[in-house]
């Protein structure tokens, strides 16, 4: 293992500007990764996942192969806006190392490069194994996750290296996530002169909040955030116009359909004078959650862990990934394989210096074992 130049690197790619709209960034960052399989003897394909988001990188051992013994995802995107690289560079300061992206997840990326560079001849000519990096996973993979999807229905597992928690916990499970525009289209009058003339928008909207909220189901884990509310024109208009943006989660797809329900319903029937409400549904996550056979490869990974000395432990967590995507296939997959990091899209963000190396080669021993 050699820190530097994992660091030199991890600083190569951190100091980029990649949020998921800075297409030329994302384009770089590929490229990036691209060069350094090639020089390993990996073969890479850009994809072209359409003009509104930067391209995708497949990179596999075995470009003929029909199927693979693992698929490793990770992304490319970041969620910070162009400038952020030039304001805060990365970092390495008292054993941590900080920077945009640097744990979600430009250091998982490297840890798969890694873990891949470490295999033997006989590994790799023995494992068929697939590497998808996608350009938009933090808002939602719309674009990418059918790509995604339909390599890991050709995959035994998938292994998502997003970064472990803070304790160092693998991802067994994470909630599922809908988000949704409540567009609301009222009557503009004077609020002086003729405020019965009108029909606000905005107290539609609020009265709405009120009554959806009620959807939530604390004991399932169930909730709903209105995070964006906007309306009006001026303070003497009764209001025309207003839209709220509510973000779902939810630990069981069967929830989801309930609240998906109720919304569209609520939308289309709860009338009020004058008022209408356009539901429209802008990204939808199914929850990931553990099969039978996802235990199985739970218990490898604990029988990995323990030959390599590295304790492990599993978390179900509230934020999603593209393991949600490739888990609701019935695919076998579990998440959590980059270095031990906190503090996701926030200038805080770091990674722990001393668990890059460790968590490389938990990452190469599991991929081992599963051909085997």
């Given at each position: 293992?050699n820190?530097?130049?994992?660091?030199?690197?991890?600083?190569?790619?951190?100091?980029?500007?990649?949020?998921?709209?800075?297409?030329a960034?994302?384009?770089c960052v590929?490229?990036?990764?691209?060069?350094?399989?090639?020089?390993?003897?990996?073969?890479?394909?850009?994809?072209?996942?359409?003009?509104?988001?930067?391209?995708?990188?497949?990179?596999?051992?075995?470009?003929?192969?029909?199927?693979?013994?693992?698929?490793l995802?990770?992304?490319?995107?970041?969620?910070?806006?162009?400038?952020?690289?030039?304001?805060?560079?990365?970092?390495?300061?008292?054993?941590?190392?900080?920077?945009?992206?640097?744990?979600?997840?430009?250091s998982?990326?490297?840890?798969?490069?890694?873990?891949?560079?470490?295999?033997?001849p006989?590994?790799?000519?023995?494992?068929?194994?697939a590497?998808?990096?996608?350009?938009?996973?933090?808002t939602?993979?719309v674009?990418?996750?059918?790509?995604?999807?339909?390599?890991?229905?050709?995959s035994?597992?998938?292994?998502?290296?997003?970064a472990?928690?803070?304790?160092?916990?693998?991802?067994?499970?994470r909630?599922?996530?809908?988000?949704?525009?409540?567009?609301?289209?009222?009557v503009?009058?004077?609020?002086?002169?003729?405020p019965?003339?009108?029909?606000?928008a905005?107290?539609?909207?609020?009265?709405?909040?009120?009554?959806?909220?009620?959807?939530?189901?604390?004991e399932a884990?169930?909730?709903?955030?209105?995070g964006?509310?906007?309306g009006?024109?001026?303070?003497?208009?009764?209001?025309?116009?207003?839209?709220?943006?509510?973000?779902?989660?939810?630990?069981?797809?069967?929830?989801?359909?309930?609240?998906?329900?109720?919304?569209?319903?609520?939308c289309?029937?709860?009338?009020?004078?004058?008022i209408?409400?356009?539901?429209?549904q802008?990204?939808?996550?199914?929850?990931?959650?553990?099969?039978r056979d996802?235990?199985?490869?739970m218990?490898l990974?604990?029988?990995?862990?323990?030959?390599?000395?590295?304790?492990?432990?599993?978390?179900?967590?509230?934020?999603?990934s593209?393991?949600?995507?490739?888990?609701?296939?019935?695919?076998?997959?579990?998440?959590?394989?980059?270095?031990?990091?906190?503090?996701?899209?926030?200038?805080?963000?770091?990674?722990?210096?001393?668990?890059?190396?460790?968590r490389?080669r938990l990452l190469?021993?599991?991929?081992?074992?599963?051909?085997?």
């Amino acid at each position: 293992m050699n820190t530097e130049q994992y660091l030199d690197e991890l600083r190569s790619v951190v100091n980029i500007d990649c949020g998921t709209q800075t297409v030329a960034g994302v384009a770089c960052v590929a490229d990036r990764f691209a060069t350094w399989y090639q020089q390993a003897g990996w073969h890479t394909e850009r994809v072209n996942l359409g003009e509104r988001v930067g391209p995708g990188m497949f990179v596999t051992n075995h470009a003929d192969a029909e199927q693979f013994d693992v698929l490793l995802v990770g992304h490319m995107d970041t969620v910070f806006p162009e400038g952020t690289a030039a304001e805060r560079p990365m970092t390495v300061q008292d054993g941590r190392v900080y920077g945009p992206g640097v744990s979600d997840m430009k250091s998982g990326l490297l840890n798969i490069l890694w873990a891949l560079r470490s295999l033997s001849p006989a590994e790799k000519e023995r494992l068929k194994i697939a590497v998808a990096m996608n350009p938009d996973e933090e808002t939602g993979s719309v674009f990418s996750h059918q790509w995604i999807g339909e390599l890991a229905k050709r995959s035994a597992v998938v292994l998502v290296c997003e970064a472990a928690r803070a304790d160092g916990s693998l991802v067994k499970a994470r909630k599922g996530m809908a988000r949704y525009r409540l567009d609301f289209r009222g009557v503009a009058a004077h609020a002086g002169n003729d405020p019965h003339r009108g029909r606000s928008a905005i107290n539609a909207l609020a009265q709405t909040i009120v009554e959806l909220n009620g959807l939530a189901d604390a004991e399932a884990g169930t909730t709903l955030n209105f995070g964006v509310i906007q309306g009006g024109d001026a303070a003497n208009i009764v209001a025309d116009k207003a839209h709220a943006i509510l973000d779902l989660r939810f630990w069981n797809n069967e929830e989801y359909q309930r609240v998906h329900q109720s919304l569209s319903q609520f939308c289309s029937t709860h009338l009020l004078a004058d008022i209408s409400i356009q539901l429209l549904q802008e990204a939808h996550t199914p929850a990931m959650a553990p099969s039978r056979d996802t235990e199985k490869l739970m218990q490898l990974v604990e029988d990995v862990g323990e030959q390599e000395g590295i304790a492990i432990h599993w978390q179900a967590v509230g934020g999603g990934s593209d393991a949600n995507h490739t888990a609701a296939l019935g695919v076998p997959s579990l998440d959590g394989f980059g270095p031990i990091g906190a503090g996701f899209h926030s200038p805080a963000e770091y990674l722990e210096l001393d668990s890059i190396a460790p968590r490389i080669r938990l990452l190469k021993q599991v991929i081992v074992r599963l051909g085997q």
